[in-house]
């Protein structure tokens, strides 16, 4: 009979091994989802907050496993991250945004009159040629560069940041938007906004959810504005859920909005629908 005391080493160990064989159970799935070709891309909208128009669409992230379940990118982008994955995630979500686009490009006759964004891990920043990887995908679909957004973080931006500098430049001159993505929330030492090629500070949702209600938040959004205004910037405000929310962001400054108020990330077919459909109204 086991003794109490190692009956709960045993829980430990077990605990542990658990956690183990469950990320390795996602790193597998997920490893064989993107051979498989299981992952796919959903497109959210970025309404011009002046205009009403749609101008953008976001690209992100959906894995759906045989079982039928869907996958946020909230649980298998950090497993990617740390398995190396993350690079023929990478590659695979920055040829499948250009293919689409290119693919509403030829529907629509021509320019279908909105970019597409795409979100650029640090990590991936830090293993892959990035430019090249745009650049190429760029040639092979027939696309102009300022037809895309590239999505970064702050977090690309603390272990090398002459690197990144270059790779910002680079991406830059094939003529792509640069965005700094969650802005606000990174450990920021803000000297780096007058270094480097930023052409969109994304203001994070957690400062845009309850902003009508709590004065902390409206100031620090406040801030965020006048600070992009100053520096020849533009914004976008993430996570608008309201009306409301949408009118004092247009009223305050704010360039361009996402958010459920005007669409969930959807479906290629059904955003291609939702953009034709915003354009003829
Ligand atoms: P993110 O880049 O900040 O993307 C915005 C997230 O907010 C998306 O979550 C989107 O569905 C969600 N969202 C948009 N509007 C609203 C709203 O009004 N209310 C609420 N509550 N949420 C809203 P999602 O799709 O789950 O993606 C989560 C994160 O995963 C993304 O955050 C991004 O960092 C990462 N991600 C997604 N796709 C990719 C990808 O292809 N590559 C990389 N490297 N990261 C990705
Ligand atoms: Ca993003
Ligand atoms: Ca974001
Ligand atoms: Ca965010």
Known sequence: RRSKVSGKAEAYQFQAFDMAR???GMET???????????????????????GRIVAFESLARWTDKAGQVHAPDAFIPVAEESGLIVPLGRWAIAEAARTLAAWDARSGGDCGAKFAVNLSAIQLQRDNIPVLIERALATFGLDGRRLSLELT??????????????????????????MDDFGTGYS?????????????????????GMLVDRDKIAIVRAILSLSQALGMQTTAEGIETRELSQTLAALGCTYGQGYVYA????????????AASQSA
């Open 189 to 209: 030492n803000l000297a780096y906004l007058q270094k480097l090629p930023i052409d969109v500070l994304k203001i994070d949702r957690s400062f845009i959810t």
């Open 22 to 24: 469950e990320q390795f």
């Open 29 to 51: 799935g997920l490893r064989r989802a993107i051979e498989n070709g299981d992952m796919r891309l959903t497109y959210q909208p970025i309404c011009d907050l002046a205009t």
């Open 154 to 179: 702050e977090s690309a931006l603390v272990s090398d940041p002459d690197r990144i500098a270059g790779i910002m430049h680079a991406l830059k001159a094939l003529g792509t938007t640069i965005a």
């Open 264 to 275: 969930r990330p959807l479906e290629a077919d059904a955003a291609y629908a939702f953009l």
